[in-house]
C-alpha cells in the first residue's frame, strides 16, 4: 500500500513568490494534516481537514497560506508570497483512526 | 495549554538500552505517540499507548506512561546504530482534537 506521498520533495524560490505543495494521503484516510517543521523543532500544526472540511485553521496564517481540499482526497497548500521565514519543511500527514502516518516532507527554501 | 517537552540530545553506546523521556501538560490526551525521523525523512510512527495504559511492548520498544505525573517514556533494548535518529513524542489532546509535537530529542549510537 502506498503511503502518504508528497511533492516536490525540495522546491527553491526567491522571496515574494508564490509556491504550492501537493499531498496525496493513504487511500481512504479521511483526516488530512498539514504541518511545518522549522529546523530543529517539532511539526507544528497548520491546518487539519476532516475529509473536504478545514476543521481546525487556527495555526494558518491566512494572510499568505490556504490550503483545499475539494474533493476530499488529495490537498494542496499554497504561500503566496513566500516571505524568508517560510523557509521549512511541509509535512502532510493522513489517519482514519488514532495513527496518523507521515509522508516525506517538501523542504522550502525561501532565498 | 498544550506543552511537549523533550530532552535534546542522549548518546548511548551500542547494545546498551536508550531510554528517551517526555513530559506534557494536557491532562486531556487521550494517545500518546513515538515518532523516528531520520535525516531528509518524514516521521516514522514508531509506536503509541492509551492514556489508560501503563505500559506498552513492541520488540525492543517499551513504552512507559505515567498519567499522573504526565511522563512518557520510551525505551529502545540493544540499541543499534540504525536506530540512530531524532525521536519524537506527540499527545493527541482530547478537548482540541489535535496532536502535539515535543521539540524531538537526538539519540545517537557510537560502537
Known amino acids: 500500500e502506498a503511503g502518504v506521498v508528497q511533492s516536490p520533495r525540495y522546491k527553491i524560490i526567491e522571496k515574494k513568490q508564490p509556491v504550492a505543495f501537493w499531498c496525496n494521503p493513504i487511500s481512504g484516510h479521511n483526516t488530512l494534516y498539514w504541518y511545518r517543521q522549522n529546523l530543529g523543532q517539532g511539526p507544528e500544526l497548520l491546518i487539519r481537514?476532516?475529509?473536504?472540511?478545514?476543521?481546525?485553521d487556527s495555526q494558518l496564517p491566512k494572510d499568505r497560506f490556504s490550503a483545499e481540499r475539494l474533493k476530499g482526497v488529495d490537498s494542496t497548500l499554497k504561500i503566496q508570497p513566500a516571505e524568508l521565514g517560510d523557509s521549512a519543511v511541509y509535512l502532510c500527514?493522513?489517519?482514519?483512526?488514532?495513527?496518523?502516518?507521515f509522508g516525506q516532507g517538501t523542504r522550502l527554501t525561501v532565498v | 495549554g498544550e506543552d511537549v517537552e523533550q530532552s535534546l540530545f542522549l548518546s548511548v553506546r551500542e547494545g546498551d538500552s536508550s531510554v528517551i523521556n517526555c513530559t506534557y501538560t494536557?491532562?486531556?490526551?487521550?494517545?500518546l505517540y513515538w515518532y523516528k525521523q531520520e535525516p531528509g525523512a518524514g516521521l516514522q510512527l514508531l509506536t503509541y499507548?492509551?492514556?489508560?495504559?501503563d505500559m506498552k511492548q513492541d520488540q525492543r520498544l517499551t513504552v512507559l506512561l505515567n498519567k499522573k505525573d504526565k511522563h512518557l517514556s520510551l525505551r529502545i533494548a540493544d540499541t543499534q546504530t540504525g536506530d540512530s535518529a531524532i525521536y519524537f513524542c506527540?499527545?493527541?489532546?482530547?478537548?482540541?482534537?489535535?496532536?502535539?509535537f515535543g521539540t524531538g530529542t537526538r539519540l545517537q549510537v557510537f560502537p
Open positions: 506527540a499527545e493527541l489532546s482530547y478537548n482540541t482534537d489535535k496532536l502535539i
Open positions: 500527514a493522513s489517519s482514519l483512526n488514532t495513527e496518523a502516518f
Open positions: 494536557d491532562s486531556s490526551s487521550t494517545y
Open positions: 499507548i492509551f492514556s489508560n495504559m
Open positions: 481537514y476532516e475529509n473536504e472540511e478545514a476543521v481546525d
